[in-house]
């Protein structure tokens, strides 16, 4: 069962609500993004999908937040509150416990320079604003998958 | 020091103004010719009591020799100098030219400032929309909310069970995702329209003369029906106003005012406005009633007085015989190009190949929510003819709007503004891609 996100809080979605055996099989994502309403919908479909999700919304703690919660994959937005998601994926690739995790971003441009900056960076996929709920999940498993 | 050197250059051009040989100057002021020579070409600083003999012997104030306005005058030159680098300016030189040419190395200057201002205004506009932080902001805003829409609305609708409490949720998502993206859309409207007014400072002298009758509301009650000093009452509008800067606009507004007196003797306002009411939109049998000629009457139409406080709702443009706008009113939902030519398709063209035949088309506007108009065009000669000379071409067009409550009847042409920034797809007129349809070649 999905439990529902407390919006005012970056508390993990799936804390304490599920068994130790469903948080050791399936796998976890960490969503980092600022849309509370993006948030819940993305969370939904994750989950339905067998994601076990996390979110968090604050650019400036997003790096530690990866860090505690070690997830097998990241959905990181671009444009947050505080920090950059630029800024906030270059501290991940830099750091060794946290450079090998798979990350699709998310931006409202497409342009060409900022897919241009997120590849050097290290993205493992990028991802337009608005996108369908497919896709997320299609990339989702490509990032996992590679 | 560049005033020092400077100095050389002036005592030179005051020598020479004076009709002096150098070697009489240096005589008279006891250096040697040749030493004069070096200071005349900024090659000796002179200073103290040689200055003094010198500007005495001259008959000027050493102050005359040594002031350097110059200064800033130079470093505007260089740096004008600096950026057209291809007209490969003697840079060296720049002294000399300042302080013999003062007037003309001023106009230089002026002219080098007024590049880099316009440059800085058309760099503004075009930052406008790539980078300005409230368009990316209300942008950023709209996106979001589409994207919180779009995935909720495809859980709510893709088949697969939802827990009652969860669907809920998702509805209350979806109406406040809703509400916000209206508000967000609204805002960004109202910012691309406030836009609108910003972009409307003239930079052409047509531009001044439409900012003008805009004032005015293309009406001037004090050229209507009387005979007496209507010179001076030409006159004093265009005194009267700070929208006509350019010599050149006063020009034009001259002659635009002196034909609107004239049209106004040929057309009285009353009647004309009575016939008007009375059949809008018939030109013809206006051109009838008054015997007047096509063009007149377009002209007329365009100038009549408010009625019920609401000023009249038609729009003109006028081209010569290349084609080029002279004049244009704008019309609500009828976009005019700021610059160059407009749609290939508009009647005014059409008039333009037919002189002496009248061309009446509706025309639909490709606007998000397209507006018909009924244009009624016609192109004669102006000026005296002569069997010498090529015949001198004027375009008139009257643009009417579309009642809402009477809409036109019938087939239109689908025109737009300039094609750069027309999102007609496939359409044969078309000289130039537009800026609107997508990037990377997809269409809209």
Known sequence: ?146 | MPQSRLTGSRIRERRLYLGQKQAALARGVGISAAYLNLIEHNRRRIGGKLLNDLARALSVDPVQLTEGAEDALVGSLRDAAVRLPDASAELDKVEDLAGRFPGWTGLIAAQHRRIQELELSVETLSDRLAHDPHLAASLHEVISTVTAIRSTASILSDGADIDPEWQKRFLRNMREESRRLSSSAQGLVDYLDAGDELEATPLVPQEELVAFLDEHDFHFSTLEGGELELGERVSALIAGTDKLQSNEARQIAHAWLERYVADAMDLPIDEFVAAWDQHPGDIARLVRQFGSSIPQVLRRVTTLPESDGQSRNVGLLQCDGAGAITFRKPVAGFPLPRFGAGCPLWPLYTALARPGLPVSALVEMGARTPKKFRCMAYAGPVGEMSFDAPPILEVTMLILPEDETNPFEGEAIRAGSSCRVCAREHCPARREPSILTGRTGEGT
Do not use: C
Request: hydrophobic residues 40%; glycine residues 6%; charged residues 30%.
């Open chain 1, 1 to 146: 069962m999905i439990q529902m996100t407390d919006r005012n809080s970056d508390q993990l979605a799936e804390k304490g609500s599920d068994s130790e055996e469903t948080r050791r099989t399936a796998r976890q994502v960490l969503v980092i993004e600022d849309e509370p309403n993006i948030i819940e919908a993305i969370s939904f479909i994750l989950s339905r999908d067998g994601w076990t999700v996390s979110t968090h919304s604050n650019g400036e703690t997003a790096v530690e937040a990866v860090r505690r919660v070690a997830p097998d994959a990241l959905i990181l937005d671009v444009m947050l509150p505080g920090r950059s998601g630029y800024d906030i994926l270059q501290d991940l690739r830099a750091d060794v416990a946290t450079r090998d995790i798979p990350v699709l971003m998310l931006t409202a441009r497409g342009q060409k320079n900022d897919r241009e900056l997120a590849e050097r960076l290290g993205v493992n996929l990028f991802m337009t604003k608005p996108f369908s709920n497919a896709e997320v999940l299609e990339n989702l498993r490509q990032i996992v998958g590679s």
